[in-house]
């Protein structure tokens, strides 16, 4: 039962997108659940998030996050597994090294441009994993690292401004809960947002999309990207530099992979953990300014 007023009266309940109201019978304002807010002049009753949703407390929303990004773990060290398979039957890595190397200077562009496209479209048949896989056996694990760097960050700005100056109009017409969510984010913490989605989520091409359909401005953006993007690339760079050992399971289980996996699990759910920090203080902050209204 939604928390309303005392004395018989009926109140109106908006939900985020304020497009439909329903009403409801009246109960006692001392039943007032700690999810809604009562405008003392307005005598409203207005939920803080859709009441479908369920209410989780920062600790809950951690402690689930912290189980998806494990399994998110598991997955990794499968394609980790799968990529291995394929570069050891299917890929000659030496003959793939001496044309890179052919290309000369124009080699690491051709890099960076591959994967800063690869990061503006969702390509199944290009697997990202596939990409620093081959990144790091043929230029090295540090030199490929930064390349591939380079090129996820370089396509996640276009596609930011892809999203805010050619399709952002279109895009915002088709407005949706999730985009709703992620402006509501972002907008009340610009670039700490956005360092938690990288660490959280990494370089999901929806996501360079989306933020650019948020308030925070390109600067921003991109510092925060750039930063972001950094641990887990040169993490998997190492990791996947392994992938022409024999034992694949055995040299990811040994140290430092085992280390590095550990560290991936932990920046995932820092990034979780912050995320859902900045949503906690951004609502308590939505409920302290509609208090003084």
Same mark, same amino acid.
Request: charged residues 15%.
């Given at each position: ?13 908006? =939900? ?35 009441? $479908? ?11 689930? *996050? =912290? ?36 290309? *000369? ?27 620093? *896989? ?24 276009? $596609? ?39 660490? $959280? ?26 930063? *972001? ?7 998997? =760079? ?12 055995? $040299? ?42």
């Amino acid at each position: 039962m939604p928390p309303v007023l005392s004395g018989g009266r009926r109140v109106v309940w908006c =939900s985020y997108s304020a497009a439909s109201c329903r009403r409801f019978p009246v109960v006692d304002e001392a039943q007032e659940d700690t999810r809604f807010l009562v405008q003392r002049e307005g005598r409203r009753v207005i939920p803080l998030h859709d009441p $479908a949703e369920s209410d989780q407390s920062p600790l809950q929303r951690i402690l689930r *996050g =912290s189980a998806k990004s494990f399994a998110g773990v598991l997955v990794l060290v499968l394609a980790i597994v799968v990529t291995g398979i394929i570069v050891q039957r299917y890929i000659d890595v030496d003959g793939l090294r001496a044309r890179v190397e052919g290309l *000369g200077v124009l080699a690491p562009l051709v890099v960076v441009s591959v994967v800063a496209v690869r990061n503006m479209l969702v390509l199944p048949i290009l697997p990202m994993a596939l990409l620093i *896989g081959i990144g790091s056996l043929v230029f090295g694990k540090f030199s490929g690292a930064c390349y591939i760097w380079v090129g996820t960050t370089l396509g996640a700005i276009l $596609a930011f401004m892809l999203a805010r100056y050619c399709i952002g109009d279109v895009a915002s017409r088709l407005s949706s809960r999730v985009l709703r969510s992620l402006n509501e984010v972002v907008s009340s913490s610009g670039p700490l947002s956005i360092l938690g989605l990288r660490l $959280a989520f990494y370089t999901r091409t929806p996501l360079n999309y989306g933020c650019g359909l948020t308030s925070v401005s390109l600067g921003e953006y991109a510092v925060a990207t750039l930063i *972001g993007l950094a641990p887990r690339t040169f993490i998997l =760079s190492y990791l996947f530099e392994r992938v022409q050992d024999p034992d694949l399971v055995q $040299a990811l289980l040994a140290y430092p992979s085992l280390i590095l996996l550990h560290l991936l699990l932990v920046l995932k759910i820092g990034g979780i953990g912050l995320l859902t920090l900045l949503v906690w203080r951004a609502r308590k902050t939505l409920i302290a300014n509609r208090e003084k209204v």
